[in-house]
């Protein structure tokens, strides 16, 4: 996530991973980041969570401007960074509980040929 951030053209402030969570064969992973990134490649940044692959939920989004209000950048000069907060999740499939070797192991595809 900070690769895409960085490659998105924010400056990452800090990330925070939380203990994961298994339920089953799944395991939720969580993280908070807090980034300063201006408008447009906020964007850029969010179409790129959304559209790779490993996927990753976005649970929380917070946006705060760092500019006073009615502030107008002299013609010419970059457009100000955002405040960015965001909560981001991803699921993984780890394997059946209490099965030897199946820990990150391909999630079982359903019918169709293989």
């Known amino acids: 996530m900070g690769q895409v951030i960085e490659a998105s053209g924010g400056r990452l402030i800090s990330r925070n991973v939380n203990p994961h969570k298994d339920d089953g064969p799944y395991r939720q992973v969580n993280a908070n980041f ?3 990134i ?10 790129a969570l959304e559209s790779k692959e490993p996927y990753l ?3 929380n989004l917070i ?15 970059a457009e100000p960074d955002l405040y960015v907060q965001m909560d981001v999740s991803a699921i993984a499939y780890v ?3 209490g099965s030897p070797g199946t820990a990150g192991a391909a999630k079982p595809t359903t019918g169709g040929k293989s």
Do not use: C, I, W
């Not at 201006?38 to 969010?46: E, G, I, Q, V």
């Not at 946006?63 to 000069?77: E, H, I, M």
């Open 63 to 77: 946006v705060r401007s760092q500019t006073p209000l009615g502030y107008r950048p002299p013609a010419g000069t």
């Open 38 to 47: 201006s408008n447009a490649n906020l964007r850029r940044m969010l179409h």
């Open 34 to 36: 807090m980034l300063n």
């Open 57 to 59: 939920f976005n649970d």
């Open 95 to 97: 394997g059946v509980e």
